[in-house]
């Protein structure tokens, strides 16, 4: 449970320095003795969701069955020398000639004719013309000549059943947007429908039914529910010795309450010994336009004062974020997605030993971002992210040369590339895999906050959040899953798991701190959900590598840890 007495001696220096009015250059090292877990402008990330694919095998609409020949339809035979199609305009003759053009001048069955039919619907299909359909009619065979029929299906009508509050002008919007898609294309009616379905609150099921006014038309049903609001309870230990490790959250939002499909979300969180930690988020999103553009601000702010062996020197931390984003889905279907996104951050950050400013970080930066996933012939789900950061020297940001910056060297023009990689592999049967990876290049020191960070979910799961940080790194996980096949009334899912994650990384400016530091851990654990309301974990995890500071003696002893929660 103890610190390190090094990092112990080096925070009473800090504080003898401030009782003989030392210059802040001489106390600048010393503020960077604080464990990386406790920097005020770190403890968000502890509570920042890890990124998962959001593509999906299943199409949202199976393939619909082709007509079938008709009895003995092999024994009736004739020669085939041109085939006329009829109805289409997505394709030409020239192109769909492929799918007939070796039988041509040869003797065919109907069974054949009927072939060439499925092929050429299937080819359809396959670029996305999912109600397209391809027949021979009841026709006399002439001089080798026949034709085949292709019906290119569209949308006639669309009907919205369920209550909906405020406007509904936004999903009528979409819904006119398949509605001018003709003939149908796959690839439209999935972007109007998941675009439906990502606005705050609401769920749509797509139903569709032949039409009975237009022929080869369908109507398109979207059964619509909507979520008012919802609230979600989490107690958990994943915080550490000076700032938890116990600790609740309360998260929840409001949906379309303006009518406008907005929604204003908000999050707060205490440690068991609420003099720990406090930390309250708040957010709001709103759709912009008929594409899924959408804008948010959020902000957050947090005051801490680590316990433990740190509670004598009175540490207290306070950080307050500002965040104006806008994100926006390039491509959006149920098996790839590719988005958008840039945001620009407003940060403070201070760190107060005994009352007196010990660090202090002012950061204001640009981001933008792209993220994609696919699924692939390999049964694989796979998740990139990318985002460039570039630290704005503007609106009173730290200056270069201020003493009390929580890194000696850390810039307010900064500039560095992140990377996230995910991948999700189905094995065989209830046996799944997750490969993740996750990387960052600084082109100069960074402020604590901006650092890679190593401890924590995802990467290091058996030390505390922020163990190991730095300007550079790289780190990567591998988690086994086994779905447990049971049936049963209230448990309804049962995951057996297990995991390996290794992630190192390097300082520009190791005058304080070691070049290079690296971390592996290893653990197994369950994950249960209950009627849907209530789910959590059990996990033990194995520091492999490095010692978890906080626990002093016990710091390469295996953890346990759990998280339960309870959603409205």
Same mark, same amino acid.
């Given at each position: 449970?103890?610190?390190?007495?090094?990092?112990?001696?080096?925070?009473?220096?800090?504080?003898?320095?401030?009782?003989? *009015?030392?210059?802040?250059? %001489?106390?600048?090292?010393?503020?960077?003795?604080?464990?990386?877990?406790? !920097?005020?402008?770190?403890?968000?990330?502890?509570?920042?969701?890890?990124?998962?694919?959001?593509?999906?095998?299943?199409?949202?609409?199976?393939?619909?069955?082709?007509?079938?020949?008709?009895?003995?339809?092999?024994?009736?035979?004739?020669?085939?020398?041109?085939?006329?199609?009829?109805?289409?305009?997505?394709?030409?003759?020239?192109?769909?000639?492929?799918?007939?053009?070796?039988?041509?001048?040869?003797?065919?069955?109907?069974?054949?004719?009927?072939?060439?039919?499925?092929? #050429?619907?299937?080819?359809?299909?396959?670029?996305?013309?999912?109600?397209?359909?391809?027949?021979?009619?009841?026709?006399?065979?002439?001089?080798?000549?026949?034709?085949?029929?292709?019906?290119?299906?569209?949308?006639?009508?669309?009907?919205?059943?369920?209550? #909906?509050?405020?406007?509904?002008?936004?999903?009528?919007?979409?819904?006119?947007?398949?509605?001018?898609?003709?003939?149908?294309?796959?690839?439209?009616?999935?972007?109007?429908?998941?675009?439906?379905?990502?606005?705050? *609150?609401?769920?749509?099921?797509?139903?569709?039914?032949?039409?009975?006014?237009?022929?080869?038309?369908?109507?398109?049903?979207?059964?619509? =529910?909507?979520?008012?609001?919802?609230?979600?309870?989490?107690?958990?230990?994943?915080? /550490?010795?000076? =700032?938890?490790?116990?600790? =609740?959250?309360?998260?929840?939002?409001?949906?379309?309450?303006?009518?406008?499909?907005?929604?204003?979300?908000?999050?707060? #969180?205490?440690?068991?010994? /609420?003099?720990?930690?406090?930390?309250?988020?708040?957010?709001?999103?709103?759709?912009?336009?008929?594409? $899924?553009?959408?804008?948010?601000?959020? &902000?957050?702010?947090?005051?801490?004062?680590? $316990?433990?062996?740190?509670?004598?020197?009175?540490?207290?931390?306070?950080?307050?974020?500002? /965040?104006?984003?806008?994100?926006?889905?390039?491509?959006?279907?149920?098996?790839?997605?590719?988005?958008?996104? *840039?945001?620009?951050?407003?940060?403070?950050?201070?760190?107060?030993?005994?009352?007196?400013?010990?660090?202090?970080?002012?950061?204001?930066?640009?981001?933008?971002?792209?993220?994609?996933? @696919?699924?692939?012939?390999?049964?694989?789900?796979?998740?990139?992210?990318?985002?460039?950061?570039? $630290?704005?020297?503007?609106?009173?940001?730290?200056?270069?040369?201020?003493?009390?910056?929580?890194?000696?060297?850390?810039?307010?023009?900064?500039?560095?590339?992140?990377?996230?990689?995910?991948?999700?592999?189905?094995?065989?049967?209830?046996?799944?895999?997750?490969? &993740?990876?996750?990387?960052?290049?600084?082109?100069?020191?960074?402020?604590?906050? !901006?650092?890679?960070? #190593?401890?924590?979910?995802?990467?290091?799961?058996?030390?505390?959040?922020?163990?190991?940080? $730095?300007?550079?790194?790289?780190?990567?996980?591998?988690?086994?899953?086994?779905?447990?096949?049971?049936?049963?009334?209230?448990?309804?899912?049962?995951?057996?798991?297990?995991?390996?994650?290794?992630?190192?990384?390097?300082?520009?400016?190791?005058?304080?701190?070691?070049?290079?530091?690296?971390?592996?851990?290893?653990?197994? *654990?369950?994950?249960?959900?209950? @009627?849907?309301?209530?789910?959590?974990?059990?996990?033990?995890?194995?520091?492999?590598?490095? %010692?978890?500071?906080?626990?002093?003696?016990?710091?390469?002893?295996?953890?346990?840890?759990?998280?339960?929660?309870?959603?409205?």
């Amino acid at each position: 449970m103890n610190l390190s007495i090094r990092k112990l001696r080096s925070i009473a220096a800090a504080g003898l320095l401030f009782l003989i *009015g030392a210059e802040p250059q %001489s106390i600048s090292a010393y503020a960077q003795q604080l464990p990386s877990s406790v !920097e005020p402008g770190r403890i968000e990330k502890r509570f920042e969701t890890p990124q998962m694919p959001r593509a999906v095998p299943e199409p949202l609409l199976p393939n619909g069955d082709d007509p079938l020949p008709p009895e003995k339809a092999n024994k009736i035979r004739f020669e085939l020398n041109e085939i006329k199609l009829i109805g289409n305009t997505v394709f030409d003759a020239g192109t769909l000639s492929q799918f007939y053009q070796q039988y041509l001048g040869q003797q065919i069955s109907l069974g054949t004719l009927y072939e060439i039919s499925k092929a #050429i619907a299937k080819h359809y299909r396959n670029n996305g013309y999912v109600l397209t359909r391809a027949m021979p009619p009841a026709q006399r065979v002439e001089n080798g000549v026949v034709a085949i029929e292709i019906v290119e299906g569209f949308i006639a009508t669309v009907e919205l059943e369920g209550t #909906i509050s405020g406007d509904r002008e936004l999903i009528e919007a979409y819904a006119k947007k398949i509605l001018a898609s003709v003939p149908l294309n796959n690839k439209i009616l999935e972007r109007y429908v998941l675009l439906i379905n990502d606005l705050p *609150g609401i769920r749509a099921k797509a139903v569709l039914i032949p039409s009975f006014e237009t022929r080869g038309a369908s109507d398109l049903i979207l059964q619509v =529910v909507e979520d008012r609001w919802d609230v979600t309870g989490t107690v958990d230990n994943r915080g /550490t010795e000076f =700032v938890g490790p116990g600790q =609740v959250q309360l998260s929840g939002g409001l949906n379309n309450f303006l009518g406008r499909f907005e929604r204003v979300s908000g999050q707060s #969180i205490v440690t068991q010994d /609420t003099d720990e930690l406090k930390y309250l988020q708040l957010g709001y999103t709103q759709p912009i336009g008929t594409e $899924g553009t959408t804008l948010g601000l959020s &902000g957050n702010i947090s005051w801490s004062s680590p $316990g433990s062996n740190l509670k004598p020197f009175d540490v207290e931390g306070q950080n307050r974020a500002l /965040t104006l984003s806008a994100s926006h889905p390039i491509i959006r279907t149920r098996r790839k997605n590719l988005s958008v996104r *840039g945001t620009l951050n407003y940060k403070n950050s201070s760190t107060d030993l005994r009352d007196t400013l010990l660090s202090e970080d002012r950061i204001r930066a640009a981001r933008i971002g792209v993220s994609g996933d @696919m699924v692939d012939k390999l049964r694989g789900i796979s998740l990139l992210d990318l985002e460039l950061s570039q $630290g704005l020297d503007i609106l009173n940001a730290s200056d270069s040369g201020n003493a009390r910056r929580t890194r000696a060297s850390g810039r307010p023009d900064f500039t560095k590339l992140t990377m996230n990689l995910v991948r999700v592999q189905q094995i065989k049967g209830p046996f799944r895999a997750i490969l &993740g990876a996750t990387g960052q290049y600084a082109f100069s020191q960074l402020f604590a906050s !901006e650092e890679f960070g #190593i401890g924590g979910v995802p990467f290091g799961r058996a030390y505390d959040p922020s163990e190991y940080t $730095g300007d550079h790194g790289i780190a990567y996980r591998i988690e086994g899953q086994y779905a447990v096949p049971f049936e049963s009334e209230y448990l309804r899912s049962l995951q057996l798991y297990s995991f390996y994650d290794n992630g190192s990384v390097w300082r520009i400016d190791h005058s304080t701190r070691e070049a290079r530091a690296s971390a592996a851990s290893a653990g197994l *654990g369950a994950r249960f959900n209950v @009627m849907n309301r209530v789910s959590g974990y059990i996990e033990v995890a194995d520091p492999l590598t490095g %010692s978890v500071a906080t626990r002093g003696d016990h710091g390469r002893k295996p953890r346990f840890f759990f998280s339960l929660s309870a959603t409205l």
